[in-house]
């Protein structure tokens, strides 16, 4: 899948400034301070764009050319400063991106079009909104999607894409002429004018039948035996990483998949960026069963569950184990977010709330990519319908203040 434009230095003006313009096929070869700097200053940054957690994606050999996703990050530089970068990747597939293009190939491939290999700006795995252009300022910003739209062209591919993107990317992206799209996702948010204490004001303030259906779940969970251990950062040792491992690999196993992320990845992340890990082990009768793995960021107060798994199945442990612990420790800890992963309406009753997510693309060719504009304003008008039917049924007593 090698393209002629890897390893390459390439020179982009705007009205303001001359910049250099690189991408690189090993993010290693970034500075990774001079990366996290440009993390740390975006409003909406996650743990997940750091370059420790990219870096890992890359040595653990989970997210590589191997396996589809073939490293071109971009970075600009003003002199030798960096004031802009961004993860490219060059995909074989739309695997592993939660954005769904599928029936854009297969359009393609009737038409006798290549839509592989297409430019991709996203966390490999990862359908977490945050930033995805890392800038200084707006003018920075856009500078990195035109670099995106020439690479593109230059090396033939049929789009560029970039998923997950928050407010100041998708204000650039529409600026600069890119398609939205939007899909829904779950978040809870702990309310900015009365925040809860604990989980049972949480539970409280929800609508009767929904209190009492999650207190029946937790009490079911309960009575069969099941207890839960907490570990946090550090304390997360070998053995509870190789038990989570398992249970990781045996929730695919059960779809008839393969795991995304190597054990060597998580082994890299424990050391690396050891404070942003939280794991849920559940056991029963003196036996790990279950494991749930969130993602922590204490700066920011914000969590987002990831991964689970069992090895022994108990109803409704899957509630538990990735909405009721995690929200219950975000509320006893000060977290003021909680996100629950892609999709899932049934997340709504248990008291995390319909959000909009974006996307935004660029496809080379005119016809198809008019086709894919029409599609997407349809589509968009059904999202948009679908949030305003979520939007009166939440599951509180009354509206509140998202924070």
């Not at 420790?52 to 971009?74: D, I």
């Not at 969970?221 to 070998?238: H, Q, S, Y």
């Not at 036996?287 to 990831?306: E, H, N, Q, T």
Request: hydrophobic share 40%; glycine share 6%; net charge neutral.
């Amino acid at each position: 899948m090698r393209r002629n434009a890897t390893r390459r230095d390439a020179s982009s003006a705007t009205s303001e400034n001359d910049y250099v313009i690189r991408i690189f096929d090993d993010p290693g070869a970034i500075d990774a301070d001079a990366w996290n700097a440009l993390v740390d200053e975006q409003a909406s940054a996650t743990p997940f764009m750091r370059h420790e957690y990219l870096l890992a994606l890359q040595l653990s050999a989970s997210a590589v050319e191997a396996t589809g996703w073939q490293a071109q990050f971009l970075a600009v530089f003003d002199g030798n400063e960096l004031i802009a970068a961004c993860p490219l990747y060059l995909k074989e597939h739309s695997y592993g991106e939660y954005v769904f293009d599928w029936a854009w190939a297969d359009a393609y491939q009737r038409h006798g079009l290549a839509y592989y290999p297409k430019l991709l700006n996203a966390v490999p795995f990862t359908p977490v909104p945050g930033p995805r252009l890392l800038a200084r300022d707006a003018v920075s910003r856009r500078v990195l999607l035109r670099a995106m739209r020439q690479f593109a062209s230059e090396a033939k591919l049929s789009s560029a894409h970039v998923l997950f993107l928050d407010d100041a990317d998708q204000e650039a992206a529409r600026a600069e002429g890119w398609m939205m799209r939007s899909t829904v996702q779950f978040h809870w948010t702990q309310p900015g004018d009365s925040p809860y204490r604990d989980f049972a004001e949480f539970l409280a303030r929800m609508q009767r039948e929904k209190r009492k259906k999650i207190q029946q779940e937790r009490r079911r969970v309960a009575e069969a035996g099941v207890t839960f251990e907490t570990f946090a950062g550090t304390a997360i040792g070998d053995a509870e990483w190789d038990f989570f491992y398992r249970c990781y690999r045996q929730t695919y196993r059960e779809h008839h998949s393969t795991p995304y992320l190597t054990r060597d990845f998580f082994a890299r992340v424990a050391q690396s960026m050891p404070d942003n890990w939280l794991l849920f082990v559940a056991s029963r009768g003196g036996k790990r069963i279950a494991v749930s793995l969130v993602v922590i960021d204490p700066l920011r107060r914000s969590a987002f569950g990831r991964y689970w798994g069992a090895v022994e199945h108990v109803p409704l442990l899957h509630f538990e184990a990735c909405y009721y612990q995690p929200l219950q420790w975000c509320i006893a800890n000060g977290y003021v977010r909680f996100e629950g992963g892609a999709q899932g309406e049934h997340k709504m009753a248990r008291g995390l709330l319909p959000v909009r997510t974006a996307s935004a693309h660029w496809l080379a060719h005119p016809q198809f990519s008019q086709a894919v504009a029409d599609f997407l304003e349809r589509e968009g008008a059904g999202v948009a319908d679908y949030l305003d039917e979520l939007n009166e049924r939440l599951p509180f007593k009354a509206p509140i203040d998202p924070g």
